[in-house]
Protein backbone atom coordinates (compact mmCIF):
# COMPACT_ATOMS: atom_id res chain seq x y z
CA UNK A 1 0.00 0.00 0.00
CA UNK A 2 1.21 3.85 -0.97
CA UNK A 3 1.33 5.89 1.46
CA UNK A 4 2.97 9.68 2.13
CA UNK A 5 5.51 9.95 5.15
CA UNK A 6 3.47 12.61 6.29
CA UNK A 7 0.28 10.75 6.81
CA UNK A 8 2.70 7.57 8.73
CA UNK A 9 1.26 6.96 12.43
CA UNK A 10 4.22 6.92 14.93
CA UNK A 11 6.04 3.77 14.97
CA UNK A 12 5.13 2.36 11.44
CA UNK A 13 7.99 1.69 9.03
CA UNK A 14 8.37 1.28 4.85
CA UNK A 15 10.43 1.74 2.17
CA UNK A 16 10.58 4.73 -0.02
CA UNK A 17 9.51 4.61 -3.15
CA UNK A 18 9.92 8.09 -4.49
CA UNK A 19 10.52 11.60 -4.05
CA UNK A 20 9.05 14.37 -5.81
CA UNK A 21 9.32 18.19 -5.83
CA UNK A 22 12.46 19.42 -7.97
CA UNK A 23 15.22 21.68 -7.45
CA UNK A 24 16.72 22.40 -4.41
CA UNK A 25 13.97 21.10 -1.97
CA UNK A 26 14.42 17.34 -3.41
CA UNK A 27 18.40 17.83 -3.85
CA UNK A 28 18.60 18.44 0.34
CA UNK A 29 16.26 15.46 0.75
CA UNK A 30 18.29 13.40 -1.31
CA UNK A 31 21.94 14.68 0.45
CA UNK A 32 20.29 13.91 4.01
CA UNK A 33 19.09 9.89 2.15
CA UNK A 34 16.11 10.20 1.75
CA UNK A 35 16.28 8.26 -1.77
CA UNK A 36 14.55 5.30 -3.14
CA UNK A 37 14.83 1.94 -1.45
CA UNK A 38 15.22 3.04 1.78
CA UNK A 39 13.68 2.18 4.80
CA UNK A 40 11.93 4.39 6.89
CA UNK A 41 10.56 4.28 10.70
CA UNK A 42 8.87 7.45 11.93
CA UNK A 43 9.40 7.61 15.93
CA UNK A 44 8.21 10.67 16.79
CA UNK A 45 5.64 13.59 15.46
CA UNK A 46 5.36 16.59 17.09
CA UNK A 47 1.96 17.48 19.21
CA UNK A 48 1.17 20.30 16.42
CA UNK A 49 2.53 17.54 13.45
CA UNK A 50 5.72 19.51 12.64
CA UNK A 51 8.14 18.46 12.46
CA UNK A 52 8.72 14.25 12.08
CA UNK A 53 11.71 12.56 13.40
CA UNK A 54 12.05 8.99 11.46
CA UNK A 55 14.89 6.98 11.80
CA UNK A 56 16.74 6.16 8.38
CA UNK A 57 19.85 4.48 7.38
CA UNK A 58 20.99 3.99 11.12
CA UNK A 59 20.63 7.52 12.18
CA UNK A 60 17.47 10.04 13.61
CA UNK A 61 16.61 12.46 11.02
CA UNK A 62 14.00 15.47 11.81
CA UNK A 63 11.99 16.39 8.50
CA UNK A 64 9.43 19.12 7.92
CA UNK A 65 5.93 18.08 7.21
CA UNK A 66 5.47 19.60 4.00
CA UNK A 67 9.23 17.85 3.53
CA UNK A 68 7.71 14.49 4.52
CA UNK A 69 4.77 15.10 1.71
CA UNK A 70 7.10 14.76 -0.82
CA UNK A 71 8.07 11.18 0.27
CA UNK A 72 5.83 8.44 -0.89
CA UNK A 73 6.38 5.25 1.25
CA UNK A 74 5.47 1.64 0.54
CA UNK A 75 3.71 0.03 3.30
CA UNK A 76 3.84 -3.76 3.88
CA UNK A 77 -0.19 -4.61 5.22
Known amino acids: MKKLLSDFSVGESGVIKAVSGEGKLRRRLFDMGV??????????????????????????????????ERVTMEVAE
Do not use: C, M, N
Request: hydrophobic share 30%; glycine share 6%; no cysteine.
Open 35 to 68: TPSAEVTLRKKAPLGDPLEVTIRGYELTLRSSEA
